[in-house]
């Protein structure tokens, strides 16, 4: 089984339904250039019945890109699907992204309907996806409730009626990752024309388990996995893209290997923050400012010995400049001999040992300590 895993980006539909993130085409259009130079495989860049902004979006970022496969969501309705194809005429590769629901909850409470005909409904939309595109994705939304003996039904129904690949969301981030990733091989195990397709899976974050859902699904047999930048997305948001990524450089004996320019991850997840309007947590895994930040003393100590004893990654790897070690109560003398000799002052131990007691009453005071202030502290 091939050990590349493609990444499928969905900042551009499910990230941005996110309340106060919306973008318009020309900033769509600006992102869409920078995952590709990020190097993502798929882009979702929208969901062209929705509106004609949507519609005019997936024409622009088709224009834009050439390299990934631009993909545009539909539900399993011939006006929605119509739309989609219709939006990525100009796309030199495109993806139409058809589905419905596959959990009883869903089947009975928001479609009420019946498992044969969300069957047969499923089949009719691939196939006429299939009339537009021939790379046509299948999703089986919340096939993390989804009853599993259905959810292989419907599975090999729609690669038998043409869909290259199916999406096995945990569209409510209901699952646990063992839970998640047993779905994944019964489905690889049951299916008898699985390998027709690939399995692709789509977490969502409410239990804060969508890193741990998707590298499950990988492990079990996925080799597609649909993310976005900084994790945004619906409610507690997706699996972030920057998380998986790195999880796997960082595990190389898992032998799973992406087309991502890591070193370029900081800077895209900084301009997806600030063209949506959504600021990245303080201690946001990967590109969050105190990632590579050090301020306990313990660890500042073990971090200069060897950066290694409290760093798993180098941040260069990631697009950030360097480490931190930032000043505070809480940091140590070797800390304080360090900032203090970058700025041109070395010390003998009993002197060093006063300011460091001057150090601490100040650093209580105003919490952080910076460089202007050791200035002033040594004079």
Not at 103 to 114: A, E, L, Q
Not at 182 to 208: F, M, Q, R, W
Not at 360 to 376: G, I, T, Y
């Amino acid at each position: 089984m091939s050990q590349r895993i493609y990444i499928f980006d969905t900042t551009l539909r499910d990230g941005e339904q996110v309340p106060g993130c919306q973008l318009t085409t020309e900033e769509k259009v600006v992102v869409a250039i920078e995952l590709e130079r990020l190097g993502v495989d798929i882009i979702e860049a929208g969901f062209p019945v929705s509106s004609p902004g949507d519609f005019r979006s997936v024409v622009e970022i088709s224009k834009a890109v050439t390299r990934p496969t631009v993909c545009a969501l539909s539900r399993a309705v011939k006006g929605d699907i119509d739309a989609a194809g219709e939006a990525l005429k100009m796309a030199k590769r495109g993806r139409i992204h058809t589905g419905i629901g596959s959990s009883d909850i869903h089947i009975k409470n928001k479609f009420n309907s019946s498992r044969e005909a969300i069957l047969e409904q499923a089949v009719d939309a691939v196939k006429h996806a299939r009339r537009y595109v021939e790379d046509v994705e299948f999703y089986a939304e919340d096939a993390g409730r989804a009853d599993l003996e259905f959810l292989c039904r419907l599975t090999e129904a729609v690669i038998h009626a043409g869909a290259t690949v199916v999406n096995i969301p945990d569209t409510t981030g209901y699952c646990l990752p063992g839970e998640y990733g047993e779905k994944i091989k019964y489905i690889y195990n049951c299916v008898p024309n699985v390998d027709k397709a690939t399995i692709s899976i789509h977490c969502h974050n409410d239990l804060g388990l969508a890193t741990a859902n998707t590298l499950a699904g990988i492990m079990n047999g996925a080799r597609q996995v649909e993310v976005t930048m900084n994790g945004i997305g619906e409610r507690a948001g997706n699996t972030s893209l920057e998380e998986v990524v790195m999880a796997l450089k960082v595990h190389k004996e898992l032998g799973f290997e992406t087309g991502i320019d890591t070193t370029r991850l900081f800077p895209v997840s900084q301009l997806v923050s600030e063209m949506m309007r959504m600021p990245v947590q303080a201690n946001k895994a990967i590109v969050g400012r105190n990632a590579f930040a050090h301020s306990s003393g313990i660890h500042q100590d073990g971090f200069l010995k060897h950066s290694e004893n409290y760093e798993i990654m180098n941040p260069i790897d990631v697009g950030v400049d360097k480490s931190l070690i930032v000043l505070t109560a809480r940091s140590g003398r070797h800390a304080l001999k360090h900032r203090l000799e970058i700025l041109g002052y070395r010390y003998d131990k009993p002197t060093l040992d006063g300011i460091y007691k001057q150090f601490l009453d100040m650093a209580d005071v105003r919490k952080e300590v910076n460089d202007k202030d050791l200035m002033e502290l040594v004079r």
